[in-house]
């Protein structure tokens, strides 16, 4: 009985280390930061971009150097991703944002400046949250911040 108890614990603990080998290895890999991506941050020249849709009347713009050509050159394509996800992306990493505008004292005040409105309930459109989702992407990797439990990848 001893011995059953022993191989089940020793097969566990060893399944476990294998899982969190292979898992460390591959985390690494997808959070390199290419060149080209190296290239958009360092980016000074201001890049204002406009997110809205024809649909709706809501509209975001994006104050950020480099965010344009990182979008265009990096950013997985338009229609990659469901509505349904980045709207669920989206609600998560709004409110960690929003938290964080609300605790200059914690959280660096010259990156999070303003409260961003998204309301679940309401239908933003596709452009408007595949934009919105890239953005909070772009600033997690450019800025070394987690908005989330999600790790951001390309």
């Known amino acids: 009985m001893k011995k059953k108890i022993f191989k089940i614990i020793y097969g566990t603990?060893?399944?476990?280390f294998c899982?969190?080998?292979?898992n460390c290895g591959t985390k690494?890999?997808?959070?390199?930061?290419?060149?080209?991506?190296?290239?958009?941050f360092t980016q000074v020249e201001g890049d204002t971009i406009?997110?809205?849709s024809e649909e709706t009347e809501y509209e975001i713009i994006i104050i950020e150097p480099g965010f344009n050509i990182w979008l265009?050159?990096?950013?997985?394509?338009e229609g990659y991703y469901s509505q349904n996800f980045l709207e669920n992306r989206n609600?998560?990493?709004v409110l960690e944002w929003n938290q964080r505008v609300l605790q200059p004292a914690r959280y660096n005040p010259n990156l999070y400046e303003m409260?961003?409105?998204y309301f679940r309930q309401i239908d933003y459109g596709y452009e408007v949250n595949y934009k919105l989702y890239n953005y909070f992407i772009?600033?997690?990797r450019k800025y070394n911040q987690r908005l989330g439990p999600f790790i951001p990848r390309i």
């Open 13 to 16: 603990i060893a399944a476990t």
């Open 19 to 22: 899982a969190l080998l292979f």
């Open 28 to 40: 690494s890999a997808s959070l390199a930061i290419s060149e080209d991506e190296k290239n958009a």
């Open 50 to 52: 406009s997110i809205s």
């Open 72 to 77: 265009a050159s990096i950013a997985k394509p």
């Open 91 to 93: 609600q998560i990493m």
């Open 115 to 117: 409260q961003i409105d």
């Open 138 to 140: 772009y600033f997690q």
